[in-house]
């Protein structure tokens, strides 16, 4: 059994920063695309940026220059630092992997930006 954990999400107010951790555990044999998504209330969850083991990234493009996502292979861990934060990104964030050839998902992460 494979699992992917997310913590880092919270209450901030608009301008603000976090840093969004997605750890991957259990009998994992690889890893190839790691990402995030995220449903704000009301509306479909949605891509925010993904990852390849080889460094690779893809964005959202309203997101592009504000979002970063990294990874730590050693430690199997996807980030996503939110930078000058908006109430519109109030929302669930989701980490995303593909491991094993499976699409595994996390429990998601609250993060509320007020104003």
């Known amino acids: 059994q494979v699992q992917l954990v997310e913590s880092g999400g919270g209450l901030v107010q608009a301008g603000g920063s976090l840093t969004l951790s997605c750890a991957a555990s259990g009998s994992i044999l690889s890893i190839n695309v790691m990402g995030w998504y995220r449903q704000a209330p009301g509306k479909q969850r949605r891509l925010v940026a993904t990852i390849t083991s080889a460094g690779s990234t893809n964005y959202a493009d309203s997101l592009k220059g504000r979002f970063t996502i990294s990874r730590d292979n050693a430690k199997n861990t996807v980030y996503l630092q939110l930078n000058s934060l908006k109430p519109e990104d109030t929302a669930v964030y989701y980490c995303?992997?593909?491991?094993?050839?499976?699409?595994?998902w996390g429990q998601g992460t609250p993060v509320t930006v007020s104003s």
């Open positions: 995303n992997a593909q491991m094993n050839s499976q699409i595994h």
